[in-house]
Each structure stands twice: as C-alpha cells, then as structure tokens.
C-alpha cells in the first residue's frame, strides 16, 4: 500500500455521463498530481494542486476539472464523456511542490470505462 | 489487471541475465530523472532517482547512468527475476516542473 487512496478502482459509465474520482494524499504530502493512461499516450499529466491551490497544469480538457480540499483529498471530475476518455486516471502525492527526492507516491489507479 | 503495455517496446531476457532499458528525454533543461516500476493493475513505484549532477547512482541491483551530452538515460538490472517483469518508464522533470513520463518500455523475465 503506498499510502495514496483512490476510490473507486472501476468505473463504467455512459457517454454524456459526468464522474468524480477521488484521492487521498499520503499523510504528510501537500501536493496532488492527476494523470491519465492510455495505452497510445502513455502516462499524461493533467493537472497538480499544492496546498488547496492549483499549480501546474498539463493537458486536461475543459471538460474536466479538479479541486482540492482544506483536509488535502481531491477531487477529479469528468464531464460530458467520451470514448476516448475511458483510461486509467492515476492520483500521486509529494510533500513538496516540486518532485524532489523519490518523486511521487501514486495511488493504484481508477479505471474509467466509457460506453 | 489489463496491461498497459500492449504496444509499448519489449525486452525479454532470461532469468538470472542482466537487463537493460533505455530511455531518451526531452529536455535538455531537465535536472532530475526517476525510473518507475509499474506492474499489471497497480501504480508506477519508484525504484531509483539520479540528479543531473550525477552521472551513475546505484540501488540494490539496480543502476541509473545518465548521459546529459546525448539526453540519455538507462537502467541497469542485474540478475534479473521474474518479478522483475512489468513495464518501466523513465520521467524528467525541470527545477520547477511537474514530471513528464516517458512511453515506457516492457521488460519479460522468463524462468
């Protein structure tokens, strides 16, 4: 168990749909990345969140959108899905906002099946 | 848990050899490197992080070597086991960047 919580594992859902996915941090860990995976795009980062604020963003659609919270979980919300959303959607945490010394902790994923 | 490495490059070896994965970045700005494990319905893991001040640093039985002059970077496995087996993708990332992931490379390890 690395210590990075996402809930749920599996998800199918229909097109249109909108879901949220969630993450806890790991004790102690300020910082919040999002990833998608793909098996053509390899690991693509979306968006990170250090201390409540946003502070970097990657490649992720207006469609989607994420905040985190005082107690530091976040949220990654989906809206009006597609196909081509369904992927692997990973959450990593660091203490800092730079990944300095080991990187990031990621949690063991959520896999979104759009249909 | 479905691969994630359906078309992703492949090494396959021999229990016991030693492996070696390559990976090319990007960035010539970039001054930190992380080579991840990730196995089949599971996250990326860490396994070992070299700066670019470095140029070798060693694990247990693994080792990074960077070569910044060609942006290279590669990861050394010795005596490779079957639990070795899953894909490994090497990231970059900037003084103040977030980590970009490379595609990834599918290692084999056969009894």
């Known amino acids: 168990d690395s210590g990075v919580t996402q809930t749920p594992k599996h998800l199918i859902t229909a097109t249109g749909q909108r879901v949220t996915l969630r993450c806890s941090p790991r004790?102690?860990?300020?910082?919040v990345y999002w990833y998608q995976q793909s098996l053509d795009q390899g690991l693509q980062f979306l968006i990170q969140?250090?201390?409540?604020?946003?502070?970097a963003k990657g490649n992720i659609l207006e469609r989607f959108s994420a905040q985190q919270f005082p107690d530091l979980h976040s949220e990654l919300n989906l809206s009006s899905l597609e196909l081509g959303d369904s992927a692997l959607y990973f959450c990593?945490?660091?203490?800092?906002?730079?990944?300095?010394?080991?990187?990031?902790?990621f949690g063991s994923g959520t896999r979104l099946t759009v249909v | 848990g479905e691969s994630v490495g359906l078309h992703l490059p492949t090494l396959s070896v021999q229990e016991g050899d030693n492996s070696i994965i390559n990976c090319a970045y990007s960035?010539?700005?970039?001054?930190?490197f992380i080579w991840y494990k990730q196995e089949s319905g599971k996250g990326p893991q860490f396994i070992i992080d070299i700066r670019s001040n470095m140029d070798k640093r060693q694990g247990q039985r693994v080792t990074v070597l960077l070569n910044k002059t060609v942006k290279h970077l590669s990861l050394q496995i010795a005596a490779t086991q079957p639990g070795d087996s899953a894909v490994y993708f090497c990231a970059e990332s900037g003084r103040y960047s977030t980590l970009t992931f490379g595609k990834g490379t599918m290692l084999l390890v056969s009894p």
């Open positions: 960035n010539s700005a970039s001054d930190y």
């Open positions: 004790s102690g860990d300020l910082s």
């Open positions: 969140y250090y201390n409540g604020e946003e502070r």
């Open positions: 990593a945490s660091s203490v800092g906002d730079t990944p300095s010394n080991y990187g990031y902790t």
